[in-house]
């Protein structure tokens, strides 16, 4: 029993991990109907460097401004560049021009900040938690602990945004209704920007946290493609949904690698979580939260 | 010779259907044959027939494939190089455990169980589309990738997961050297290839493109929904299929997944997306062109090295490469989305107006 609780409280806390890259998908999606496919390459972008400037000697905090203000520069010339001529297009199209942004920032990055791999200290140890350990004998490693706390502040912090303030309430009405969104005056064009600073935002939240955990290279872009799962099982319009998608994913795919993984062979994380979200749009196929679209053919 | 088909007449069904309507284009096509048939392997060496055209041709045949389902059928795939796995594996396996099975056949059983998997994971288009089952088709890539590796019958209990193909027999003669398998390739491409185009001229093809574009009004109109989306995913996995075996077996030489990754998906979805969604000559300009480029690029690089004097580190090649091909992928969906293909049309229509200006 206690073994089930570490596998399942691990795959949750792992799943958080997920959710905090959905997230970005989620936030540019909501806006404006862009499937971004560059966020896992936005999450290595914003942690290389990051990574970069902390191994240069500078200040954490520092570091951390500068890297938000590059990813804040980014997101504003990707909707420049990219995205703005592309307008009105079927989705397909955004979706393959933005398959071609990945290729575009993965090389920039790696040029930038070449290709080896970094390890990434916060100073918070990925050690189990003493307590649990000991008196249950359940192993929670601290750092995860730490994720699941920076997720839910996000959480918190993007619900005031969308709900609160005046920004947000324009990104959702941009988000129902283009056009009569502009029919009331809310400039679109410095709203998509504003919507893919803050994916960049996410990005880099999400970049650091993965960075700790599994150090920052290349990899990290295989991230991304781990959280198309927890979208479809979340839907893609929501940010609520990003989070339990990503728990459910997160725990299901390390019940799943633990208690059927012996009989198959193991190693069936890379995609017990494609296959848990086919099923799922069998039978649901906006996803828990997503909105519900009539559409049959 | 001015191109343009002013004094051509037609007397009969037969040549007003043919896919050639203009005897210039005839022309061209015959003498395209013949060069690449018989000038390219007798002038052409060993570095250029296996390392560039080989490549090439079976390149545009997985492209062909995706443009089918892709192009013409309007359901997005991402799964394309787990297709390509499929057809080698089923090809080698036929091979090895098939006495005196006849490549050709290896071949056409690994495009055969290629499409039984596209079938299978084609269902779930019935009820979904678009983005979603771009995923769909993603889960289909690292299924079957795992699979492979995993389950130990299908590299024959290999320790290393490289396994060469077997040799290559035809008729009792055995096709070893790079000319007789760039002759192959090319017979089996062009072979498909001219059946790709036909398929799409007639009611099947244009089942295809109702579906894409409008699957509600294809449906009204009385197009099966499900027979045509999974004869779409069939057709497309089997060309896919026999693009993997010829992959494996004329090309690499080995049957190994690590060939088959999603970055080959991707490098054959940019195929499409620069030759030309939904057109068949834009298969081959796309192949032609991403196999092209980096070799091209190399030789800018070199050139530029000694020009300047100056060392260009590999790494920086390399990632020089990618952000070209990206920014060209953003560059022809925004100025061009029909690719080369509508490039050329284009050209041939302001042929045909010249030396005219209207």
Known sequence: MNFFIEVLAGGLLAGVMYSLVALGFVIIFKASGVFNFAQGSLVFFAALTFVSLLERGWNLWLALAVTLIAMVLLGILIERTVLRPLVNQPPITLLMATIGLTFVLEGLSQILWGSQPHGLELGIPDVPIEWLSEKWNINISQFDLFAAFVAGVLVAVLAVLFQKTRIGRALRAVADDHQAALAVGIPLQHIWAIVWAVAGFVALVAGVMWGVRNGVQYALTFTALKALPVLILGGFESIAGAIVGGLIIGASEKLAEVYLGPYVGGGIESWFAYVVALLFLLVRPEGLFGEKIIDRV | ?358
């Open chain 2, 1 to 358: 010779m001015l191109y343009r088909e002013a004094g051509q007449f037609k007397s009969t069904y037969a040549e007003d259907q043919q896919i050639f309507p203009i005897l210039q284009d005839r022309v061209a096509m015959a003498a395209l044959l013949v060069v690449a048939f018989v000038v390219v392997p007798l002038i052409g060496n060993q570095y250029w027939l296996s390392a560039i055209l080989t490549p090439f041709l079976v390149l545009a045949l997985a492209t062909l494939g995706l443009n089918i389902l892709t192009g013409y059928a309007g359901q997005l795939s991402l799964g394309t190089a787990a297709f390509m796995a499929v057809g080698a594996f089923m090809a080698y396996n036929a091979m090895l455990r098939i006495p005196h099975m006849p490549i050709l056949g290896a071949f056409i059983i690994g495009g055969l169980c290629a499409a039984a998997v596209g079938v299978v994971f084609g269902l779930p288009s019935l009820r979904i589309k678009g983005l979603y089952l771009a995923v769909a088709t993603l889960a289909c890539q690292f299924f079957v990738l795992w699979a492979i590796n995993r389950i130990g019958w299908f590299s024959n209990h290999s320790s290393s997961g490289v396994i060469s193909a077997q040799r290559i027999e035809i008729l009792g003669f055995p096709v070893e050297h790079s000319q007789g398998k760039y002759l192959l390739t090319l017979s089996i491409v062009a072979v498909m290839a001219l059946a790709a185009k036909n398929l799409m001229r007639s009611e099947t093809g244009r089942a295809f493109m109702a579906i894409r574009d409008m699957d509600v009004a294809a449906s009204v109109i009385g197009i099966p929904m499900m027979k045509t989306k999974l004869l779409a995913f069939a057709i497309s996995s089997f060309y896919c299929g026999v693009a993997g075996a010829l992959y494996a077996f004329c090309y690499l030489g080995t049957v190994e997944p690590e060939a088959f990754t999603l970055d080959l998906s991707f490098r054959v979805l940019f195929m499409v997306i620069i030759g030309g969604v939904g057109s068949i000559l834009g298969s081959f300009l796309g192949a032609a062109f991403i196999t092209l480029f980096p070799i091209f690029l190399n030789i800018a690089t070199k050139s530029l090295e000694t020009a300047l004097g100056i060392e260009i580190s590999h790494a920086l090649v390399s990632n020089a490469e990618a952000i070209i091909f990206g920014g060209l992928i953003i560059f022809f969906l925004i100025v061009e989305p029909n690719g080369l293909a509508r490039l050329w049309q284009i050209t041939k229509e302001k042929l045909r107006l010249w030396p005219f200006p209207h």
